[in-house]
């Protein structure tokens, strides 16, 4: 297995709406913590949208895990999206359905249903983030920042090589945002996955080497 999470030359997104983006190179090493920061309507989004194969690139090379993306086959996409997580401000959950069915969907999707108890699988992983009291309650009654802690506790069930967040820590207050940073901080280490945050402002102290990146005239390019 390559030691290189992310790597990109070169690369020319374009979003449906014709907007452009460079990324001139990026390289990311498995186990890192990556900060991508940008006012709105700067291209975050499409950059987290390249990097899980949900937007086609024009030109230019991306690798992401041992999966090259120009082009990368269907069944191959398929196989890389069941090894990442992706938490966007519109959550995906299925909103009729309780918690615990949600997160047992994640673990059937990703085939592990079969490596523990399912129930333990569950409620440990809600209880990372504290609401293991939500196991039961429909996702519709749930608030924003509810939905939000449901969305990363389904993510780290599965244990996933890379986790993308894009834009989503704005609905937390301080204290919460810190919570939720010290959970994923813990798991980075534990499990040396590779979390890519984006975001309005750095969200970590300088002492975690985190690598940071802003874009500066639709070009990604790391903060000084």
Known sequence: MSSVSLFAANLLLESPRSHQLQVPALEVPVGSWVEIIAN???????????????LAFKQGQLKVLDFGMNPIS???????????????PSPDLVTDKTVRVNLSLALSAANRVMDADMEHLILQSLSMFGIEDLNKVIISQLSSSERLLVQLARALIVKPKIIFIDNCFSILDATKRRFVMDVLSSIRSKERCTIVLSGFEPTVPEEENALKYQIVRRSLIPME
């Open 40 to 54: 709105n309507a700067e291209g975050k989004t499409m950059i987290m949208n390249a990097f899980t194969g949900y």
């Open 74 to 88: 269907a069944e191959d996409l398929s196989t890389l999206r069941r090894k990442l997580a992706y938490i966007r």
